[in-house]
């Protein structure tokens, strides 16, 4: 594991212990002045105090902290809409500080808790929740039912097209010879444009190579399906690795407007975070197909050969 993904991971985890402590504080704080759990005082007694410290409309003004730090420190904890709930959070925390006159200490009654709490929540807001989440947790879930389906249905395609079951299959085969190596030749091409593609991280020119609608499966990554989600998993790729392959066709297969490609690549690749390389060895499947003349990667994943 690269020095990056590690980075990452323990800045995730970090996020998650300061959203988890400072969300459930917010929730137990906040139950209190709602519903007088954890031995406090309930919603009316909250706003005859929030009266008595010069706070106008006391009910309103206890109900509405009440509620920001209940609802709020939910959200925190599960990481939803967190830069958005950290500003109502961080503004009633410095409203505190301020209807405290004691000075700072909190030992004296000072203001020094509601000042922290505002300051790491507007940490919060301007950094985000990281990437340990409910909704990514969602997303992740969802992503992997995804990866499932459309690997059951690329190697349903290949089967197909295999067996020469494709309607465009069973009608190339009339076609001759001559067409097939002119149509492998071009595949040819396309395959090394995209091994120079991947050397240069050059995220247009890989982008020129798929069809408008291709679906790329990386391996240990979600699929990315659409022109901006290929461009975005690239992106990604690219900002953090830099590749050194070489690809060798193991087999070219072309039914009519469909085809399919096996390949393998060796080489090297570099962590960009700390310059160290490494060996790289993958296998390849690429589905193609024939748009308006041109051959055009519609389908594309890959695994380590060990």
């Known amino acids: ?110 203001n020094e808790y509601p000042i922290t ?16 989440t409910l909704p990514e947790a969602i997303s992740r879930a969802r992503n992997a039912r995804s990866i499932q389906m459309n690997q059951i249905a690329s190697v349903t395609t290949v089967a197909l097209l295999v067996l020469g079951l494709v309607p465009a299959g069973i009608n190339a085969q009339h076609k001759g010879d001559t067409m097939t190596t002119q149509d492998q030749a071009e595949i040819t091409t396309l395959l090394n444009r995209y091994e120079s593609a991947l050397n240069a991280s050059d995220v247009d020119a890989v982008l020129e190579l798929y069809a408008s609608d291709g679906v790329f499966m990386p391996s240990s990554a979600p699929t990315a399906e659409g022109a901006d989600q290929v461009r975005a998993s690239y992106e990604f790729v690219f900002s953090t690795i830099q590749l050194a392959i070489r690809f060798s066709i193991d087999e070219i297969e ?35 197909e024939k748009h308006r003349g041109e051959w055009k990667i519609a389908r594309y994943m890959f695994n380590k050969t060990s």
Do not use: C
């Open 254 to 288: 072309v039914h009519g407007d469909l085809a399919f490609a096996r390949t393998g690549s060796k080489g090297t690749v570099t962590i960009l975070a700390d310059g160290s390389s490494a060996p790289e060895e993958n296998r390849e499947l690429f589905v193609l």
């Open 1 to 110: 594991m690269n020095t990056s993904i590690i980075h990452h991971r323990m800045q995730d985890a970090g996020l998650l212990l300061m959203r988890g402590v400072l969300g459930t504080v917010f929730v137990f704080h906040g139950s209190q002045k709602l519903f007088g759990w954890f031995g406090g005082y309930g919603l009316q007694a909250t706003a005859q105090w929030m009266e008595s410290l010069g706070i106008p409309f006391g009910l309103v003004s206890a109900a509405s902290a009440g509620s920001i730090e209940f609802f709020g420190g939910l959200l925190l904890f599960t990481g939803v809409a967190t830069r958005l709930v950290s500003v109502p959070m961080a503004i009633t925390m410095i409203v505190a500080a301020a209807t405290t006159h004691n000075g700072f200490d909190v030992t004296q009654g000072g």
């Open 117 to 132: 709490m505002a300051v790491v929540l507007a940490g919060l807001g301007l950094i985000g929740p990281g990437r340990w």
